[in-house]
């Protein structure tokens, strides 16, 4: 992935400074076949959905949840106080961020659980008035954390060197597949953002060497996330088969917001691991 230049300062008897060795590490003019092939996992989903599938409309069933009761005048009162996990973690998140505790990508780790932190709040208007208009508000921050979590992954595992220029275009491209859905109707950049990165996460924990220590914790991240979109879908039946307790939907909320606590866990107790790259 980097070629290394090798050069020796102050071997020289007329310079006094003492001998120097330094190792430069420069870009190569070609990227790698894992680099290749991450850049193909992420791109090829998004060019099968527009050539073989066509406009997906956002179901007006989606903003039907199972469980609508108010509780001391809110409506939706489980779904919207299961956010509070979210305000949780971000804030978690955050601290630890911006208290300089987190080696690595840490801008992007930043801005992933800031976009955790803002879930909280777009999730809380979304249910208390469901529709479309409230939904936008609703995935923006839920794309902010996605893809600040791929911009995250992508510069520590291939390079740190790339994270500004990935953190930036991943949020733009993030926020334009809501918008997208927005202005027309289509949520087919929206599901290749949901999906794609998912499947290139996966594909950088296995192929690319890992810089630091407890990176199970992202794995169970993924699947506890994974967990999460089948509560969504079960939300009825398991309304039903918990007697009116809790709906999938408040399930999914706190299954959602244990995928970036398990990321907390990681960055807070990982340590860099000798001999790795970079």
């Given at each position: 992935m980097?070629?290394?230049?090798?050069?020796?300062?102050?071997?020289?008897?007329?310079?006094?400074?003492?001998?120097?060795?330094?190792?430069?590490?420069?870009?190569?003019?070609?990227?790698?076949?894992?680099?290749?092939?991450?850049?193909?996992?992420?791109?090829?989903?998004?060019?099968?959905?527009?050539?073989?599938?066509?406009?997906?409309?956002?179901?007006?069933?989606?903003?039907?949840?199972?469980?609508?009761r108010?509780f001391?005048?809110?409506?939706n009162?489980?779904?919207?106080?299961?956010?509070?996990?979210?305000?949780?973690?971000?804030?978690?998140?955050l601290?630890?961020?911006?208290?300089?505790?987190?080696?690595?990508?840490?801008?992007?780790?930043?801005?992933?659980?800031?976009?955790?932190?803002?879930?909280?709040?777009?999730?809380?208007?979304?249910?208390?008035?469901?529709?479309?208009?409230?939904?936008?508000?609703?995935?923006?921050?839920?794309?902010?954390?996605?893809?600040a979590?791929?911009?995250a992954?992508?510069?520590?595992?291939?390079?740190?060197?790339?994270?500004?220029?990935?953190?930036?275009?991943?949020?733009?491209?993030?926020?334009?597949?809501?918008?997208w859905?927005?202005?027309?109707?289509?949520?087919?950049?929206?599901?290749?953002?949901?999906?794609?990165?998912?499947?290139?996460?996966?594909?950088?924990?296995?192929?690319?060497?890992?810089?630091?220590?407890?990176?199970?914790?992202?794995?169970?991240?993924?699947?506890?996330?994974?967990?999460?979109?089948?509560?969504?879908?079960?939300?009825?039946?398991?309304?039903?088969?918990?007697?009116?307790?809790?709906?999938?939907?408040?399930?999914?909320?706190?299954?959602?917001?244990?995928?970036?606590?398990?990321?907390y866990?990681?960055?807070?107790?990982?340590?860099?691991?000798?001999?790795?790259?970079?």
């Open positions: 980097l070629s290394e230049l090798v050069y020796t300062r102050g071997v020289d008897s007329l310079d006094p400074a003492p001998a120097v060795t330094r190792t430069l590490r420069l870009s190569p003019a070609t990227p790698s076949p894992r680099e290749l092939a991450l850049v193909f996992l992420v791109l090829a989903p998004l060019g099968v959905l527009f050539a073989a599938v066509p406009p997906i409309a956002q179901d007006p069933a989606y903003h039907v949840l199972a469980d609508q108010g001391l005048g809110v409506r009162f489980a779904n919207i106080i299961s956010n509070v996990s979210f305000l949780i973690v971000g804030v978690m998140g601290r630890l961020c911006l208290g300089s505790r987190v080696d690595g990508a840490s801008r992007a780790w930043t801005v992933f659980f800031l976009g955790i932190f803002l879930i909280a709040f777009g999730s809380t208007w979304y249910h208390w008035s469901p529709n479309n208009e409230t939904l936008a508000w609703d995935r923006i921050p839920m794309t902010v954390a996605f893809m979590l791929f911009a992954l992508v510069a520590e595992h291939v390079t740190p060197a790339i994270e500004r220029g990935v953190l930036r275009g991943a949020l733009v491209v993030g926020i334009v597949s809501v918008g859905w927005h202005y027309t109707g289509d949520l087919r950049p929206y599901v290749w953002m949901q999906f794609a990165p998912l499947l290139a996460l996966v594909f950088m924990v296995i192929a690319f060497p890992g810089r630091h220590s407890h990176r199970a914790y992202l794995i169970l991240g993924l699947l506890l996330y994974g967990l999460a979109k089948v509560a969504e879908l079960g939300d009825a039946a398991i309304f039903a088969a918990t007697s009116g307790a809790i709906s999938g939907h408040s399930v999914k909320h706190l299954l959602a917001a244990c995928s970036p606590y398990c990321v866990l990681m960055l807070r107790r990982r340590k860099p691991l000798e001999g790795s790259p970079g």
